[in-house]
Each structure stands twice: as structure tokens, then as C-alpha cells.
């Protein structure tokens, strides 16, 4: 049906003028209401999505410069100790073979970070959509949705310009990692191979700034939803405990 298209809603009638899009992107940052009431309006996402895609792009550059795959590889692999164990466990050769692959693949993803964004965030905006609508009765398209968790990941370039400094002031280079490349949760400070991974990827959840965007995803479905703000935050709490839940049970049967 037409609201599953990836197409902005159609603008509602009878509104007041809109937001210009550089007010909605400032008002995400100091008067998130705003510009999430005016997503009722028109649900265009594609300006959020593009300036995010801009700065990880910024941070994709600035580790291929700085730090470059191959350290950054292997430190993803140190995060699953099962696969770190069975890599160390290969003969030299075949070591290598593996590794370069993995290097490949590492790039290739890194590189076509536009595309993992628009995936990911498409398919939250599903889920979210899903939740408001058939649990709360709220009647927001996938249009709105889409553009909501687009404008709330713009929170997200915080982490990449903080990154990026941090890169090239010299620090953090050996121990990077695109999974958490800043320190702005507890995780940054533990020491991948002595902490338990099920441990690290918890705290790595307890995020500033993921809980800042899941606190703009509440705030956007209960504006759009004309639902209580405090509910629509208390809604994306309930998923961000799935996710952490989710994600370090995951990760405590892998490791």
C-alpha cells in the first residue's frame, strides 16, 4: 500500500507554513517538537539522510587515514574472542588469506555506509511504526516514521565529529573501532580482551548519545502520533531495554 513506500506522505491540509528544511535541522538539536510537528506537514527525509551519510563518510575517511583497515579489522575481530581465537588458531598463509578478506569486507561495508544507514533505518522505522500504530492506535505512515528516525539519528554526527577529533589529536588509534569509536559510554574505558563481552557490549549500549536519539524517536512518534510525549519516550525505553537484552544475550552465546 502507498504509506510502505518510501515516498514522503502526502502533506496534511489546512497547515500552517512550513518549517524551511536548515530550521528543521537546527530545531532538532534545540527544539525537537518542532520540527517533528512539521513532519505531519511533510515527511521528506532525504536532507537528514544525506547530512548523516556526509559525516560518516567524514569518520570513514579519517580512519582510513589515521588508522587504517587492517587495525581496525582486527580489532573488531578481538570483540568476538571465539572468532579472534580461531583466527590465531589458522596457519600463517591461510591467516592472511582470511584476514585480507576480512580487511576487504570491512572496507566494502565502511564504504557503503549510505546504503547501511537507509537499510537499518528502514527497517526500525517498520518496527516502530508498527508499535505505535497497532499499540497505541496511533496513525503515522511509514513516510513519517522513516522521516522520524532519520531526523533523530542526526543526533549521531555528534559522535562522528567527536571521533574525528579525537583521531586527529593522535588518540585512540590502536585500539579503534566503528562500533564504539568515541568515548561516550563506559565500554570506551574497559579493556576489550580482559572484560567479558557480554559486559562490554552492555555498557557500550549505555550510550549519551544512543540514549539521546531513542529520546528523539519517543519525542517524534508521540508529536506525529499526537500521543503524550512522555509516553512515546516511555515506548522507545521499552525497545531500547529489548535491544540491550537482545543484543548482550547475543552476545554472551557467541563468545
Known amino acids: 500500500m502507498s504509506s510502505a513506500s518510501l515516498s514522503p506522505a502526502t502533506p496534511d491540509t489546512n497547515q500552517e507554513p512550513g518549517l524551511p528544511e536548515s530550521q528543521r535541522i537546527i530545531n532538532t538539536f534545540i527544539a525537537p517538537s518542532t520540527t517533528f510537528s512539521d513532519l505531519r506537514r511533510n515527511a521528506s527525509w532525504w536532507v537528514p539522510f544525506v547530512i548523516s551519510s556526509i559525516f560518516a563518510y567524514a569518520l570513514v575517511f579519517t580512519v582510513d587515514k589515521k588508522v587504517g583497515f587492517e587495525r581496525v579489522t582486527e580489532n573488531q575481530i578481538k570483540l568476538n574472542p571465539k572468532a579472534s581465537e580461531r583466527m590465531d588458531q589458522l596457519p600463517p598463509e591461510q591467516r592472511a588469506r582470511q584476514m585480507d578478506l576480512s580487511v576487504k569486507i570491512t572496507k566494502i561495508i565502511s564504504y557503503a555506509i549510505p546504503v547501511v ?67 561516550t559510554n563506559a565500554a570506551y574505558y574497559m579493556s576489550v580482551t580482559d572484560t567479558p563481552t557480554w559486559l562490554y557490549r552492555m555498557a557500550g549500549w549505555f550510550d549519551v548519545v544512543t540514549i539521546w536519539v531513542f529520546i528523539l524517536m519517543g519525542i517524534g512518534f508521540a508529536v506525529v502520533g499526537r500521543k503524550k510525549i512522555s509516553t512515546g519516550i516511555a515506548v522507545m525505553a521499552g525497545w531500547f531495554i529489548v535491544l540491550v537484552l537482545v543484543s548482550t544475550g547475543f552476545a554472551a552465546l557467541t563468545s
Open 117 to 183: 544507514i537507509l537499510l537499518v533505518n528502514t527497517i526500525f522505522a517498520g518496527m516502530l511504526m508498527a508499535t505505535f500504530n497497532f499499540g497505541l492506535g496511533a496513525e503515522i505512515t511509514f513516510g513519517q516514521s522513516l522521516a522520524i528516525v532519520m531526523y533523530a539519528w542526526l543526533a549521531g554526527i555528534v559522535r562522528s565529529v567527536l571521533a574525528i577529533v579525537t583521531l586527529f589529536a593522535g588518540a585512540n588509534l590502536e585500539n579503534f573501532n566503528f562500533s564504539n569509536p568515541v568515548g
